[in-house]
């Protein structure tokens, strides 16, 4: 057991090292540049030796990720060098994978060591392709020095042996405790024992889902709804059935008239910002649709990760009806995408078969990970990075706001996507596949339509970490705001 955390202790401490190829901000891209490479007194060509040596500096850190390099012009009046020398310099980088060249923008750093960079983290998106599709929170200066510091704490504790143990699967007992107190800054009524310690918040929902149903149950959620509510339908052989929604979510008298036709088992609801759709259930409507549900014997999966980025909003269901509502969230949403520790409160009935499904789908949720979060809830960090995140997404808004003054759309100050509807003769498809031919990629609803609902011709808008740059971030959906009053271009046949 010593050796183990010894070895626990030396991968915790080598994995502050490479910190920076997992999450990092872009640290002045436009500032001013001092900076030249050193180089060495080795015989070869000229331009060679300067892509070694900004090689050599992007391999030590000290150039990071994000971080744009001297205008070739620039570069080439301080070293004395020519202009050519200093463009094959560049293209030289370019072609080892450390850098990219954006025209009209200058060159930038991309991952440091590319080739040895575990794949699971090198860059796999599109050049030249501003990413409005991919659901992450934002993350920058904060994020790596309390990253690090937390590491480095945690591979001197003398907790760490601990965190060696197979069990209990449903999260170690302090995990478990503090989650509980962080639940109760949400709203909710929670104790140690009726909390599992989950995988993120998807995790959570599928083990909910598995507790409460059997292979053929009818199930209803929003008609448009995220898009693992209805894989993990169709995996679990249940019967999906969508319901009508306005901008506060799922209608009462909709999911009524379901119950009233058929024996609907389980509502899955986002009540706080619904994927795609960003509705936001006011407490009337969520005080209706738990009586609906206690009328009619049914038991309610609550995902609420994206509650955390609201600071006043109603209670969630889970408190309004706590004996029928499986409640789930995480911090992935809302702290860092890779912080995917869970908390799945259930009522006291359904813990021994919670517990067999958290069991049968990965054990128990990893320890690290949840150890962290734990000691981020205790310190006060976690709260300052949502603070962060919450400011932050609002100056985004306000961004985006700008850009699409005119145009209808669904969304909150603090949320992470938008729901725009097309105006005039656009329809999804043609919408999607002109955006990304002008270099922004959007969700189309496909993936969130239930059965064979209508295409309700919008699309979702991520405004997050997929794109990290707010420069870039205002010229995307600027781009999106020019094609949103033009005129599609009529199609042919296939």
């Known amino acids: 057991m010593l050796f183990a955390a010894q070895v626990i202790r030396r991968l915790v401490t080598m994995s502050i090292a490479v910190l920076d190829h997992l999450i990092i901000g872009d640290e002045g891209a436009s500032m001013r540049w001092t900076w030249k490479p050193v180089l060495s007194s080795s015989v070869g060509a000229r331009y060679q030796a300067i892509a070694d040596a900004i090689a050599a500096a992007i391999d030590s850190g000290e150039l990071r990720p994000g971080k744009r390099l001297p205008p070739q012009r620039d570069l080439s009046f301080r070293m004395?060098?020519?202009?050519?020398?200093?463009?094959?310099?560049?293209?030289?980088?370019?072609?080892?994978?450390?850098?990219?060249?954006?025209?009209?923008r200058g060159t930038y750093v991309r991952y440091a060591n590319l080739d040895k960079v575990p794949g699971s983290i090198v860059d796999k998106r599109e050049e030249d392709v501003l990413d409005f599709s991919t659901m992450a929170p934002i993350v920058g200066e904060k994020h790596v020095p309390a990253l690090r510091d937390m590491l480095a704490a945690l591979s001197k504790s003398r907790e760490l042996e601990s965190l060696l143990s197979h069990r209990p699967i449903v999260g170690l007992h302090h995990h478990r405790s503090l989650g509980a107190d962080w639940l109760k800054t949400l709203g909710l009524k929670a104790s140690a024992e009726t909390i599992l310690i989950t995988n993120g918040c998807q995790h959570g929902l599928w083990v909910a889902l598995a507790s409460v149903t059997e292979p053929g149950d009818v199930i209803a959620s929003d008609h448009l709804v995220d898009s693992s509510v209805i894989t993990s339908s169709a995996i679990l052989k249940l019967q999906l059935r969508g319901l009508a929604s306005d901008e506060a979510g799922v209608l009462p008298d909709a999911l009524a008239a379901l119950c009233g036709r058929e024996r609907v088992s389980a509502l899955c609801l986002t009540p706080t910002l619904n994927n795609p759709t960003a509705s936001f259930m006011d407490e009337d409507r969520r005080r209706a649709i738990a009586e609906i549900a206690r009328k009619f014997n049914v038991w309610i999966i609550e995902d609420d990760v994206f509650g955390p980025l609201v600071e006043k909003k109603p209670p969630p269901m889970a408190a309004l009806a706590p004996e029928r509502t499986c409640y789930a969230t995480s911090f992935s949403k809302s702290v860092m995408h890779s912080l995917r520790t869970g908390y799945l409160l259930v009522p006291e009935e359904l813990v021994s078969r919670a517990v067999s499904r958290l069991r049968t789908t990965g054990w128990m949720s990893n320890s690290f990970v949840a150890e962290i979060s734990c000691r981020w809830l205790s310190d006060g960090t976690t709260a300052e990075l949502i603070a962060w995140q919450i400011q932050k997404l609002a100056e985004r808004h306000k961004i985006l706001g700008r850009a699409l003054k005119d145009v209808q759309k669904n969304s909150h100050p603090t949320s992470l996507h938008v729901w725009l509807p097309l105006p005039g003769l656009w329809r999804t498809g043609p919408f999607v596949e002109e955006a990304r031919r002008r270099g922004v990629l959007v969700t189309g609803p496909d993936p969130f339509i239930v059965g064979r609902e209508a295409d309700p011709h919008a699309v979702r808008l991520t405004i997050g970490d997929s794109v990290r740059d707010d420069d870039d971030f205002k010229r995307g959906v600027e781009t999106l705001a020019r094609l949103l009053v033009s005129d599609p271009e009529p199609t042919l046949p296939p």
């Open 80 to 104: 004395g060098v020519s202009v050519q020398t200093v463009f094959r310099a560049y293209a030289e980088l370019e072609r080892r994978g450390l850098v990219s060249g954006e025209v009209g």
